[in-house]
């Protein structure tokens, strides 16, 4: 299974974003509206960071549970890992554990074209395990005796 897959069973290609000078308060309020846990942080439509929910938690661990007029460039990841369309799920997941992130930037090319969780993962891989059973039972249902 293939990252671009995970895309198409995720059905979403709305891809929610911030920009660096805009507040926490002004994310945390979109995170919560959109009931997710990252944004992508777009100067003039293009990728300049990635901010989490782990990035703010960490945030206010370092400056006080008051983050509501901190921009979201002091916060967020400049560097994200990034997965493409063709990089298979093992690599995605692999990725993500061993870096201890919950979530990927898929880029086609300079192309920014969503973002996948480790939830999504989850879900794409169960859907396509049921598939492959059913197939299975199938196969065996028309065996020849």
Known sequence: MLIREILAVKGSSDI????PDETIADVVKRMAEHNIGSL???D???????????DIMRGMAAKGCSLAEVKVSELMGKEPFIGAPEDSVDYARDVMTKNRISHLVVMDND???GVISLHDIAK??????HYENELLKRYIKHWPE
């Open 44 to 54: 003039k439509g293009v990728m300049v960071g990635f901010i989490t929910e782990r």
């Open 111 to 113: 192309k920014l074209i």
């Open 124 to 129: 794409a891989s169960l859907k396509y395990a």
């Open 16 to 19: 929610y974003s911030a920009k």
């Open 40 to 42: 992508v942080v777009l």
